[in-house]
């Protein structure tokens, strides 16, 4: 589904990511776990087209989609919630929303993967506040926004940044029920997550990075292993 080749990235002369590769099979959950600094987020950036590749490729379902720019993702079924979610605040929930859906129809024609409908009924919060101005929800109900906003684009492959970082318990609680629900329809998932606990709970495998690489990988059914050496952890998560 998604194949990172060898990719490197940066800004200007400062060369972030290093030689990175990894891949998302159809339907895998996968995690990419790191330190702070570890460039986990400019490496998303990277896949979805907001910096451009210094080298390496980036493929999803067999195109290669290194060079395209960001709004031209959904076409290829990729879908990206950023960590700072880049909501239009001034516009209501409905606003947002409809804006996504119409991209969603455009690429997806009839063979749409989530309906209005389906995608208001995993955020009841949504459906009740259709009608607010984004920038006066809280971060959790922006978050769900965002998400929400991401389904209906119609994706077989999510990523999402740090979903919940700055998020209250209960509200990362709602937001991994979705995730699990999703994960039952065989949605893709790349989730970016400094908690590994967080990840370990709903990813099948996961990428470790630290410095702009990748450093280890914890495969299929390895999670408590990996979680269990407190070298390996220390060493990479802090």
């Known amino acids: ?75 290829h079924g990729l879908a990206v919630v950023l960590e700072n979610r880049r909501l239009f605040g001034e516009l209501s929930v409905r606003e947002n929303l409809v804006l996504a859906e119409t ?6 024609g009839a063979h749409l993967r989530f309906s209005w409908d389906e995608v208001t009924a995993l955020f009841p919060m949504v459906k009740e506040r259709l009608d607010a101005p984004v920038e006066l929800l809280s971060g959790g109900q922006q978050q769900m926004v965002a998400i929400a906003r991401a389904l209906l684009l119609q994706p077989d492959l999510l ?6 970082t700055g ?31 967080i990840a370990s709970e709903i990813t099948d495998r996961a990428y470790v990075m630290a410095l ?14 990996f979680l269990s050496d407190e070298r390996l952890v220390k060493a990479y998560l802090g």
Do not use: F
């Open 1 to 75: 589904m998604l194949e990172v080749t060898s990719v490197s990235a940066g800004y200007g002369a400062l060369t972030v990511l290093h030689d990175v590769s990894l891949k998302v099979g159809d339907g895998e959950a996968v995690a990419l776990v790191g330190a702070n600094g570890a460039g986990k987020t400019t490496l998303v950036r990277t896949i979805c087209g907001l910096m451009r590749a210094q080298g390496g490729a980036i493929a999803k379902n067999g195109s290669d989609i290194t060079r395209l720019p960001a709004h031209e993702l959904a076409r």
């Open 103 to 108: 991209v969603g129809r455009r690429v997806r």
């Open 159 to 164: 990523i999402m940044d740090e979903p919940s």
């Open 167 to 197: 998020l209250a318990p209960k509200v990362v609680k709602d937001i991994l029920l979705v995730i699990k629900a999703l994960r039952e329809r065989g949605m893709g998932l790349l989730l970016i997550e400094q908690n590994v606990g």
């Open 212 to 225: 702009g690489r990748i450093v280890h990988e914890v495969p299929a059914g390895q999670w408590a292993s």
